[in-house]
């Protein structure tokens, strides 16, 4: 493009562009949290704070306002007492980047040499692994009970002296599972290990459940915990907190140098400069909705969530997978892949999980407020959509050998299905591989979209 177009014009094509991301309300499940209409007072505060760069919260103190209050309300609502501190992050993912970095370099503090390891379950979000990748830790992933939670004397068995971080999710993403957290605790407290809760998920939602487990700093040996403010709080995406029990833990979050000739830098997160957009509206929906409002909008989620459960569970044509203690919902069928995408066919933006372990293939439920208004809906659509019986999707891939295939191959082969309709032979093919073979598909693909 050489030359510049009209402001009137772009605009008009920015409309365009973002047909192709419209869902019906309710109707997306997982990257979107339909909830109260907040779109017009959040997308003021983006516009007012888009300039502004946190690289540097001295000259704009917006980005300490902000911040200090979002964490004095995250560790109201999660039993924190006025020594907790925490930052804010563009997502869960960096939050625990950051609590695995915290947790790593306070173990090296102590003198640890060597590489160091984390233990985790193997419900704990791939986040984790991420941050594995990324730090050079070692994974110690550890099994689950039937009911999809955390063993306290499997991860007693994974510990060692080289052990930075021990995880519990509350909830676990895939089940909707709270991990044993203060049991997970007494471990923790008996051989000295950092313990991180994951509760991106929960952390906007359990507070306001009276049937949640203990989870957050009520439990004396909880280190740190992450939690989205983009998810059940209700705001635009790229808000999320990471919060750890007092100062001199959050401290080895930091990082801080002068060994350059430019000005010294110290970032409390990954990112050095950053916008202040996402978290002006974040405190913009808490300032609305505040503590109140999160709870009328739990109440809404979890009724929703119990509607669908009982609608499950007095079936014979789906099944629930594990029984949640927040609204994340687990549900399979005889032929989950095309279930999946015969609900896709009436508007329902569901994704199939693959099969791990004792987890089945199954379809992903987030429950939000939005879908107390749709419940008949969905669970008719859900129930309408059932196969009877299971059908042979991959015939269309017999003798095809997946993980030989190079990204280009790969590329070529997806481009060659409509990934509407031919969606659940993907889902079934990606099920058929193990994990490293399903990881090697999915990165070949995402690297074959980008140029």
């Known amino acids: 493009m050489s030359h510049g177009r009209p402001i009137e014009d772009v605009i008009s094509e920015l409309g365009e562009i973002a047909e192709g991301d419209k869902w019906e309300y309710g109707k997306q499940f997982s990257y979107v949290f339909d909830g109260p209409d907040l779109s017009e007072m959040t997308a003021e505060a983006m516009r007012l704070f888009a300039s502004s760069n946190g690289l540097d919260p001295t000259a704009f103190p917006s980005f300490l306002r902000f911040e200090n209050d979002l964490v004095e309300f995250a560790r109201s609502i999660l039993n924190g007492d006025a020594d907790v501190r925490g930052s804010a992050t563009s997502g869960g993912t960096e939050s625990i980047l950051l609590a695995s970095k915290a947790a790593r370099d306070a173990l ?26 990324y730090l050079d830790l070692e994974m110690r992933i550890t099994e689950v009970d039937d009911g999809f939670r955390a063993i306290p004397e499997a991860i007693e068995g994974a510990i060692d002296e080289q052990t930075a971080l021990v995880v519990a999710s509350a909830p676990s993403y895939t089940h909707g599972v709270v991990d044993p957290v203060a049991a997970i605790g007494e471990v923790t407290a ?5 313990l991180h809760v994951d509760a991106c998920v929960g952390g906007m939602v359990l507070p306001f459940l009276d049937h949640s487990p203990a989870f957050d700093f009520s439990v004396a040996a909880v280190d740190s915990i992450s939690m989205d403010l983009h998810k059940y709080g209700y705001t635009p995406k790229g808000a999320s907190l990471v919060l750890h029990r007092d100062a001199e833990r959050r401290s080895h979050q930091y990082f801080a140098t002068a060994g350059w000739m430019g000005y010294p830098v110290a970032n409390a997160t990954v990112q050095s400069t950053k916008s202040a957009t996402a978290l002006a509206a974040a405190w913009a929906s808490v300032q609305h909705l505040g503590a109140d409002g999160y709870r009328r909008l739990t109440q809404d989620s979890w009724e929703a969530t119990e509607g669908f459960i009982d609608a499950v569970r007095s079936s014979d044509v789906v099944d629930l997978v594990a029984e949640p203690d927040a609204p994340l919902c687990a549900v399979t069928s005889v032929d989950v892949f095309t279930h999946g995408q015969a609900m896709r066919s009436r508007g329902w933006r569901v994704g199939v999980t693959p099969s791990l372990g004792h987890s089945p293939a199954h379809m992903h439920f987030t429950m939000t407020a939005a879908h107390l208004g749709l ?22 891939l017999a003798g095809i050998d997946l993980v030989s295939l190079d990204p280009a191959m790969i590329g070529g082969l997806l481009d060659s299905l409509d990934l509407d309709s031919d969606r ?16 090697a598909v999915i990165s070949a693909y995402i690297q074959h979209l980008y140029r």
């Open 424 to 439: 659940a032979v993907v889902d079934a093919a990606i099920d058929s591989l193990p994990p490293e073979g399903r990881a």
């Open 108 to 133: 090296r503090s102590k003198g640890v040499a060597g590489r160091l390891n984390m233990v985790l379950p193997v419900t704990a979000h791939a986040a984790f692994h991420k941050a594995a990748s």
């Open 375 to 396: 419940l008949d809906e969905l669970v008719g659509d859900l129930l309408e959509t059932a196969p009877t019986e299971a059908s042979d999707v991959m015939a269309g």
């Open 190 to 194: 008996r051989t000295g290990r950092w």
